[in-house]
């Protein structure tokens, strides 16, 4: 498909688990996010991949969260020993980066991740 | 501190009602200001990119402005199918994105 996917669509976990969380980015763009969002929030910066550079982490919660980018394409969000309040929806960007100029994002649907 | 504050949180109008959603912003050299449709369930959906003050762009009923602290989505003639939550993200020199909290907008027939 065209778009940016994720999977999967839904996560039910108990607390304590880990889970993984899967985006394929558009294809051929280079910069891609990992946002959080709990219900009826805005949407809250996890990770930024852009190329070859390291990660930006800097709004990951926790040491329970980490995620790479294999290949410059797709990438995955790990949430290590879920905790009830990990529970939100999950959801991944991808964009081209034009010097200069701002980076429009394209979604995925998202991952609503239930942890109980 | 770069801040991204949308007004009014939520916004309820008749179908025909035109009216304006506000984003407020400070950031430290601006590269972009984004508006984005949300559906409940889903992403969001891109609508705009502004990148300058004076900066106006338009789709269908709506249309997005910008000035050096602001930006406005102006909704003309809305129909219920453009009842959505509407987010609006600032992106600053040095590459972070903000997203604001977002505007819930109803439309009743």
């Known amino acids: 498909g065209a778009g940016v996917s994720q999977s999967p669509s839904n996560k039910v976990t108990e607390k304590g688990k880990d889970v993984e969380l899967r985006c394929d980015p558009i294809s051929g763009h280079t910069a891609l996010y990992w946002y959080r969002q709990s219900l009826g929030q805005g949407l809250e910066f996890l990770i930024y991949f852009q190329g070859n550079s390291a990660p930006d982490k800097s709004g990951l919660p926790s040491d329970r969260f980490s995620a790479e980018r294999t290949g410059g394409s797709v990438s995955t969000l790990t949430i290590q020993r879920t905790q009830q309040e990990d529970s939100a929806v999950y959801l991944c960007?991808?964009?081209?980066?034009?010097?200069?100029?701002?980076?429009?994002?394209?979604f995925g649907p998202g991952t609503r991740l239930l942890v109980l | 501190e770069d801040q991204v504050t949308q007004s009014p949180e939520a916004l309820r109008l008749q179908e025909g009602e035109s009216s304006s959603l506000n984003c407020s912003y400070t950031?430290?050299?601006?590269?972009?200001l984004f508006w984005y449709r949300q559906d409940p369930g889903k992403g969001p959906e891109f609508l705009f990119t502004?990148?300058?003050a004076g900066e106006e762009k338009e789709k269908e009923r709506l249309k997005a402005t910008l000035t050096k602290k602001e930006s406005f989505l102006h909704i003309t003639a809305p129909k219920p199918e453009d009842s959505a939550t509407y987010l609006c993200a600032v992106q600053s020199s040095a590459s972070k994105i903000i997203f604001g909290s977002g505007t819930r907008l109803s439309i009743r027939p």
């Open positions: 960007a991808s964009s081209l980066v034009a010097a200069g100029g701002g980076e429009t994002q394209y």
């Open positions: 950031v430290s050299g601006l590269r972009g």
């Open positions: 502004l990148y300058s």
